[in-house]
């Protein structure tokens, strides 16, 4: 396991985030107080991974800037595409190191505690030139659904099929091992989709295996799914979660699971949680009310505000009597004045003033 290295695909724009996303890479965005790619490389890091190869394009420098060369006792390599190219064309993009052995491909928008040793001792055994981790859903209408032989082997892919007509409840987990033969399969040049060009062709030649895992997984590319993710690890992790230098008055309760980051004040009779991740200098003010959202760095909560099921941005305002509801997001520097209400699926990009209640959903430009 120590040779094996880890390609994680990380170009994407997050458009479904937006507007958060229009000033950070989804990478970088925060769980349980924690940037998503740290889950990631630590989960690699406990699996004996060495080397990772980041495919990076939309907001690159932000990602290298934050990990370095190296970090969990990873080797980090960058591989940068100029245009996008899809889901394939970064894994050949990054050819050069990838050759010498079988290799994992992760989806970067995915948190996941798939068992990377299982996966491939399971690849091995079964012999083919890729392995699709695949997760069980209740609805499968929403992805792919994979039709399996007795061996294990994928047959084919439906996609998005209609309720009750999908040959079974397993869809592609965006967490692949490949032999260095599939380099080969991919055009070079071009954008090319793993899923639609390569998969299909692999299947089709009996080369391609689906492994089966009970595993945490969520896809955090929409924002419903980003706050379950944040719900999900910080049940994990259990309890109230503090940081450094945290000032909370004794009157307010904070209730689990919450993650509160440094140097975060939280006035009198506020209530906090459960669910929730406050980031590092966020002050919260006297008799809020905050429960299963995110909110980032250095906002500021005014007096008797609420926030529900809502991600606040960076350095975002909300004055006094601010009610934030379901499905919100409030962009960075966005300030919410005295008494506004927000109801629930308004996006308000970045450094927008809001001085009227918005009582259905839209976008704030």
Request: glycine share 10%; aromatic share 6%; charged share 25%.
């Amino acid at each position: 396991m120590n040779s094996l290295k880890a390609l994680i695909l990380a170009g994407g724009f997050a458009t479904r985030l937006r507007p958060l996303s229009c000033t950070r890479p989804k990478m970088l965005f925060p769980v349980a107080n924690k940037p998503l790619i740290d889950w990631t490389l630590e989960s690699l890091s406990r699996c004996g991974v060495e080397t990772v190869v980041m495919a990076v394009n939309y907001m690159a420098e932000a990602i290298a800037r934050y990990l370095g060369p190296t970090k969990y006792n990873l080797g980090i390599i960058y591989s940068r595409e100029e245009r996008p190219l899809d889901t394939a064309g970064p894994i050949k993009r990054a050819e050069e190191h990838l050759r010498d052995g079988p290799f994992l491909v992760l989806n970067g928008d995915v948190i996941s505690d798939v068992d990377y040793r299982e996966l491939l001792n399971y690849h091995r055994r079964k012999g083919g030139l890729a392995t699709i981790t695949l997760i069980e859903v209740p609805d499968p209408s929403r992805y792919g659904a994979v039709e399996l032989d007795g061996e294990g082997r994928i047959l084919r892919f439906v996609e998005k099929p209609e309720p009750g007509r999908a040959p079974s409840n397993y869809i592609n987990a965006g967490i692949y091992i490949f032999e260095p033969d599939v380099l080969d399969y991919i055009p070079a040049g071009r954008p090319v989709s793993t899923e639609r060009e390569i998969f299909p062709k692999l299947a089709e030649e009996g080369l391609l295996y689906g492994y089966r895992a009970s595993a945490l997984w969520v896809d955090i590319g929409v924002p419903e799914d980003y706050l379950r993710a944040n719900s999900l690890l910080l049940e994990r992790i259990g309890g109230v979660q503090m940081g450094e230098d945290v000032e909370v008055d004794e009157t307010a309760k904070l209730l689990p699971p919450t993650s509160i980051g440094k140097r975060v004040r939280i006035g009198g009779d506020s209530v906090i949680g459960p669910n929730t991740s406050i980031a590092e200098d966020v002050i919260i003010g006297r008799g809020c009310r905050i429960e299963n959202s995110i909110i980032f760095p250095g906002a500021i909560i005014g007096d008797h505000s609420s926030i529900k099921n809502a991600i606040i941005g960076e350095n975002a305002t909300l004055e006094r009597w601010v009610k934030v509801e379901t499905g919100s997001l409030i962009g960075d520097y966005v300030t919410l004045c005295d008494g506004v209400t927000i109801t629930g699926g308004v996006t308000i990009c970045p450094s927008k003033r809001v001085e009227e209640s918005i009582l259905e959903p839209r976008r704030v430009m």
